[in-house]
């Protein structure tokens, strides 16, 4: 506990006491408080014969009790949460149904785009204004006169 290298123990060793003058602390004045009013005295008698005299102590009284609720807020705070988890999943359910509904309206749009776009695409295909680029017309009731006759 205490280095080796010294001789003596502790209590042997050299120590400088520096005296510090004591100051006087002044004291609070005192100031009377008159009691409210004289407590009573009060004897009491012990089961040996003693008596015990001293002052009667007014003991501080408890607030008076609140009437309890007739439901705790534990079960409030319950009921409370039960109703918003029952709200959320119904939120969620229409959620879900709302996502369905969006998802049917997307399908149809795309399949009346295909309709139009490939009626357009067939009416270009099929019109026959005989205008078309790249493509031959032939008129068979001509071209059976000029197989019949010749034109030399």
Do not use: W
């Not at 602390?25 to 004289?38: E, L, S, T, Y």
């Not at 918003?84 to 999943?89: D, E, M």
């Not at 204004?129 to 000029?146: D, F, P």
């Amino acid at each position: 506990m205490f280095p080796e290298n010294t001789g003596h123990r502790p209590a042997e060793r050299a120590v400088t006491i520096h005296p510090a003058p004591i100051v006087p602390v002044p004291a609070a004045p005192v100031v009377p408080v008159q009691p409210g009013g004289v407590p009573s005295v009060t004897s009491i008698v012990l089961p040996d014969g003693r008596v015990i005299t001293g002052y009667a102590i007014d003991h501080n009284r408890p607030e008076p009790v609140t009437a309890k609720p007739l439901v705790s807020r534990t079960a409030v705070n319950i009921a409370l949460g039960g109703i918003g988890f029952a709200a959320v999943c119904g939120g969620l359910v229409l959620l879900t149904t709302f996502i369905a509904a969006l998802a049917a309206l997307v399908q149809q749009l795309i399949i009346l785009a295909a309709v139009i776009f490939g009626g357009f695409i067939a009416i270009q295909v099929f019109a026959a204004t005989g205008q078309s680029k790249g493509s031959t017309t032939v008129n068979i009731h001509k071209a059976v006169i000029k197989r019949n006759h010749f034109h030399g």
